[in-house]
């Protein structure tokens, strides 16, 4: 329990995404359905590949906004 309180307070408060979470940025596409009237978005990585391991998302509109607007 102790090395895990001090490994936490060694992690900086603002990781990296890439080097220190390990996450890989991909491209996606947004595509808004018609069977929906618009309010839900189909997200789709653009490497067709990732397709077929299921990586793709239906989320609602309000769900998808700009990372540089969240700063």
Known sequence: MASS???WRTVSPNPDPTDDLE???VELDF????????EEVLVLPTDEEM???DAF???DRD???ELERRI
Do not use: A, Q
């Open 5 to 7: 309180k001090r490994e």
């Open 23 to 25: 996450y890989e940025l």
């Open 57 to 59: 998302l239906i989320v």
């Open 63 to 65: 769900s998808v906004v």
């Open 51 to 53: 397709l077929h391991d």
């Open 31 to 38: 595509i808004p359905t018609t069977t929906s009237d618009g």
